[in-house]
């Protein structure tokens, strides 16, 4: 299957899979060790992404319980952190107890360009993957403002 992106960030994974305690929002000692050992051995920077499912239970408010608790653990890396959870209001006959943490560090930016297709763009693109300074931005980009000109021939960037 062919990409359908021009530019895709090169990653590197490593996954590593944790517990809450039964039916609870609560992280055991020995399962925070196992996590801190897992990230503390990555050598973790800011330009690496967190990517952490969070285990759906089956009291909704103590969803974002869970979310809670693992920000205070993430709290002390540089990392960026993206969760994954649902987002619904179902209720569930019981707790779901395993989540995933998937660390992500993207180490450059390929450019597919498909063989036997004209090369139109190519250039541009490998151009345009040398100058990306932070690698990782192609990789889950943050939400945030675009630029967007004037509208009526104002000064100002709209919202």
Known sequence: ???SERLMPQTHEAVHSYSFESCSAKISGAEQKRIRDFLNGLGLTDQDMLV????????P???AER????QQ?????????EFVQDSDFRQLPRSEPSGIIRVVRTHAVGVY???????????????LAAMIAEPSDTFLPQKGRRYLPPVGGGGAAAP
């Open 1 to 3: 299957m062919a990409p």
């Open 52 to 59: 952490v499912s969070v285990p759906k239970n089956r009291i």
């Open 61 to 63: 408010a103590r969803d």
């Open 67 to 70: 979310r809670r608790t693992l």
């Open 73 to 81: 653990i993430f709290a002390a890396y540089p990392a960026k952190v």
């Open 113 to 127: 360009c498909p063989e036997g297709a004209a090369q139109a763009g190519c250039a541009t693109a490998h151009n």
